[in-house]
């Protein structure tokens, strides 16, 4: 192992910031090189799992799937897996619609918007030259879907302004309206392709999500919880940690939030200060409810874009695994942005009044005694909101970090609205870059 410490001093030729699923992915490939420093006593970042009541949850709906096959080996053989068709649903004008909507529309029972979003989508073109994320919409998928569906899902997700969102991510995260092939990545531009209508998704077969990074996690050998790193500095190569600890480094990877990591740096120069202050997070709110027994529904997701509803995402967690499913106490799980009427403003006890109500209403649960504890959390930063400028500000705040040793990688690392198994691959494929380009011996202070 190439890593010591006392009670005041690690030493380290890579110190690992995070052990979330990059941070993993990193020290995975790294080995006995790398230490990890993780602030919480659990691994798994946004990726946890918690027990509330008896019922598990995930914040927000996890479900596994990677076209990476290294990365897809790596967890089916850390832990057993439990594959099955992912059974998502909209709930579009109160009528029950499969996933994704762009392909199912035909479900509607009303002939005026089947035919409208059909003469929508056949007229619809141009989608190549968008320039922000509420153009390709319309072009796209055309007025019908738009309307119905799109428009108002987003609002409802990302906020009114959908112009001020580029469109480098969708192709990856938005369906296509005819399906395409599932878990790939495109050979001609490197871009993965969104989940479809049977998507094929794995949970792990016992437990929660987090699950998974419990079972990588005992493959790190240095894994240090409790280790809140409070500054850094580039000059010495060293970091504090709330404890008291001080560490020395060759090479730092860090996979906090890019701005809360350059918070923790006194020597960044303020062009790159200012220009980080510019990325947009999406804080999320979490209303998770426990049922009383079990809950027949078989539905693990519905996509929700009725303003009258609140929360734009209704996760059903019971129905990821047989194991979930068998316990004694199914759960509800209600996903609200920053931007919706009922979640800013709103104390929790309204604001889980709102979500009983909007839950009843579209039959989700049948009556509001049927719930029997509730709890609501609050993340401020669940989705990285991508910008037109977000791209250039990741790159310029990077290129000076690398020129530190310092790298940055995963959800909030990059700003990149990524998913946990690109999160380690990426992890991974950092760690494994920096092994094989940065073999020099270790400079400790
Ligand atoms: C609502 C929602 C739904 C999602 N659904 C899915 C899904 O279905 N499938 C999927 O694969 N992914 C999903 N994701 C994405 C997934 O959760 C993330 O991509 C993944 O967790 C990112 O991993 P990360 O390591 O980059 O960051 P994180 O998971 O955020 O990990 C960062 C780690 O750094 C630690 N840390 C922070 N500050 C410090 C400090 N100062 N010192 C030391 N440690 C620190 C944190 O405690 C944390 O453990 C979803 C995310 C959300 C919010």
Known sequence: ??????ASRIKADTIVIGAGPAGLGAALALGD??????????????????????????????????????????????????E????????????????????????LADSDFRHACQIGLEAASGWEAATNFDQYLDRRFGRGITELFMRPYNRKLWGADLTRLDTDWVTERVAEPFGSAENCMSSENGRRS????????????????????????????????????????????TLRIASGETASWSRLISTLPLPALLRLISNVPDSIRAAVS?????PITLVMLVLKGQHEAVRQRIYCPDENISGHKIVLNHN????????????????????????????????????VAGLLRMAV?????????????????????????????????QRWLSEHRIYTVGRFGEWAYINSDEALYRGHCLGTKLAMIESQAPCFV
């Open 1 to 6: 192992m190439n890593s010591r410490s006392n």
């Open 33 to 82: 090189s790398a230490v990890v420093l993780e602030s919480r006593e659990t691994v798994g970042g946004l990726c946890r799992s918690l027990t509330l009541d008896g019922a598990i949850f995930d914040l927000g709906g996890h479900s596994f799937t990677s076209p990476h096959p290294a990365i897809r080996r790596l967890v089916f053989d850390a832990l057993e897996m439990e």
């Open 84 to 107: 099955q068709n992912r059974d998502a649903w909209c709930w579009v004008n109160g009528e029950w619609v499969r996933y994704p909507f762009q392909q199912h529309f035909s479900e």
């Open 194 to 237: 969104p989940l479809q209508k049977e998507s094929i998704i794995a949970y792990p077969a016992k437990g929660g999500y987090g699950e998974i990074f419990q079972a990588l996690a005992q493959k790190v050998p240095d894994l240090r919880f409790g280790k809140c790193v409070t500054s850094i500095d580039p000059q010495t190569s």
């Open 278 to 282: 510019a990325l947009e997070a999406l």
């Open 320 to 355: 990821s695994s047989r194991w979930l499913r068998a316990l004694p106490r199914h759960s509800v799980q209600v996903e609200l942005s920053e931007f919706s009427p009922f979640s800013s403003g709103t104390n929790d006890t309204a604001l889980v009044s709102a979500v």
């Open 365 to 397: 649960i049948p009556s509001p005694d049927y719930v029997r504890c509730t709890k609501v959390l609050r993340i401020p930063l669940g989705y990285p909101v991508q910008t037109h400028s977000r791209g250039d500000i990741v790159t310029l705040a």
